[in-house]
T-cell receptor
Framework: NAGVMQNPRHLVRRRGQEARLRCSPM?????VYWYRQLPEEGLKFMVY????????ESGMPKERFSAEFPKEGPSILRIQQVVRGDSAAYFC??????????????FGPGTRLTVL | GQSLEQPSEVTAVEGAIVQINCTYQ??????LSWYQQHDGGAPTFLSY????GLEETGRFSSFLSRSDSYGYLLLQELQMKDSASYFC????????????FGRGTSLIVHP
């Protein structure tokens, strides 16, 4: 059973370009979460999606960032007009169901975005 | 709001026991999780405590005291491969049960 897949693993963009990050959850998982991690820091929640629905986007910047999880295909985190401050590792996680007692999340290997 | 405090770095020798503490502040607390991350790789889930007490899983144990808003991760019989970052994360009320992560503790195991 393949784990959470993310691609690309490394992405280099120039300021002003668009970055598109993809995440395929584990088979059978319908909940996807995106996090951003800066060096020496923890994971900062960005957005939580289920198929065709954004459930919680409280951690996502209001401008330039968007996310989707279509009925078919991977979840996509899109960053428009990237700036140097967007350089970070972006992790995707998935979970099968969300329970009150436990929300174990399975993380992908991350996409390292570098903005020149 | 929510906040977590954990030491930035802990060092220990192979074979020893090490404890990584985590204190938190939040409202509507559900539970405390621990994750391990090697060199910026994929974080992996280690444990979850919803009730007070100690949960043991092999060489790793996790403890929670809800009244003290405190927990710790205990690693026994340390191995070199345990060198990694360890993150505590709290699950709080808010509807989505999304973990809020601490800044992480870098564990360095020396031979």
């Amino acid at each position: 059973n393949a784990g959470v897949m993310q691609n690309p693993r490394h992405l280099v963009r120039r300021r002003g370009q668009e970055a598109r990050l993809r995440c395929s959850p584990m088979k059978g998982h319908s909940h996807v979460y995106w996090y951003r991690q800066l060096p020496e820091e923890g994971l900062k929640f960005m957005v939580y999606l289920q198929k065709e629905n954004i459930i919680d986007e409280s951690g996502m910047p209001k401008e330039r960032f968007s996310a989707e999880f279509p009925k078919e295909g991977p979840s996509i985190l899109r960053i428009q007009q990237v700036v140097r401050g967007d350089s970070a590792a972006y992790f995707c996680a998935s979970s099968p169901i969300v329970r009150t007692s436990d929300n174990e999340q399975f993380f992908g290997p991350g996409t390292r975005l570098t903005v020149l | 709001g929510q906040s977590l405090e954990q030491p930035s770095e802990v060092t220990a020798v192979e074979g020893a026991i090490v404890q990584i503490n985590c204190t938190y502040q939040t409202s509507g607390f559900y539970g405390l999780s621990w994750y391990q991350q090697h060199d910026g790789g994929a974080p992996t889930f280690l444990s979850y405590n919803a009730l007070d007490g100690l949960e043991e899983t092999g060489r790793f144990s996790s403890f929670l005291s809800r009244s003290d808003s405190y927990g710790y991760l205990l690693l026994q019989e340390l191995q070199m491969k345990d060198s990694a970052s360890y993150f505590c994360a709290i699950i709080s009320a808010g509807g989505s049960y999304i973990p809020t992560f601490g800044r992480g503790t870098s564990l360095i195991v020396h031979p």
